[in-house]
């Protein structure tokens, strides 16, 4: 037991000589419980997906025990859970050493993102005179990261760089598509090309008809509606 204890020896020879030695030693046993502290996660979470944690000391004696549940069901060794739910949650951690055992109860909230990605800025729009373009869009999610996003012209897929080469007049159809924990956004629009057809006009030559010397400035003006003089 705890407290001063004290050792008497008596030693009897052959001649029933004796000698006696008396010594005394302390004993203090542990009667404090291990501490847990740093427990995780706390607060708010935006994931399914967790690592329950705590640290357990005992300055006085090995723990021998530490065990944790979430919502009343064993957590493995390693700490990792997946598949939560949104609401709380409750993990409950005992830790036990020759000084007894200690209780710890916390509680963690976890908010999921049921909200998908929002698409805007895409282009080009409207009405556009060239045979190269880049097709692009932005792709933004407040809550969680974004996962995928994928992009097709005419139902064939636009490199990651969007740089698409060689359109033809008419009508073309972009879509996105953008997926994050929230769901998938699609959004689909179209635009136009209208590539000029119409070679350039000449007018206003100079000089012309009978001229009376023996240099002269030749010109002439070139214009295009449709696209630039190469």
Known sequence: AA???????VVTNGADLKTEFSWSFTVELDTTPPVISAVAPQGVIKSSSATISAVVTDEQ???TSVTITLDGKAVPA?????????????????????GG????????????DTTPPVISE???Q???????????????????????????LDGKAVPANGAVTGLKSGTHTATVVATSAGGTTTHTW??????DTTPPEISATAPQGIIRTDSATLSAVVT?????IT
């Open 126 to 152: 409207g009405v556009i005179k060239v045979a190269d373009v880049t097709i692009s869009a932005v792709v933004t999610d407040e809550q969680s990261k974004v996962t995928s996003v994928a992009i097709t």
């Open 101 to 112: 055992t200690t209780t710890h109860t916390w509680t963690f909230t976890v908010e999921l």
């Open 190 to 195: 179209t635009f136009t090309v209208e590539l």
């Open 3 to 9: 407290g001063s204890h004290t050792v008497v020896t």
């Open 61 to 63: 004696s090995a723990v």
């Open 78 to 98: 390693s700490g990792a859970v997946t598949g939560l739910t949104a609401g709380t949650h409750t993990v409950v951690v005992p830790a036990t050493s020759t």
């Open 224 to 228: 295009d509606e449709q696209s630039a």
């Open 122 to 124: 895409v282009a080009p």
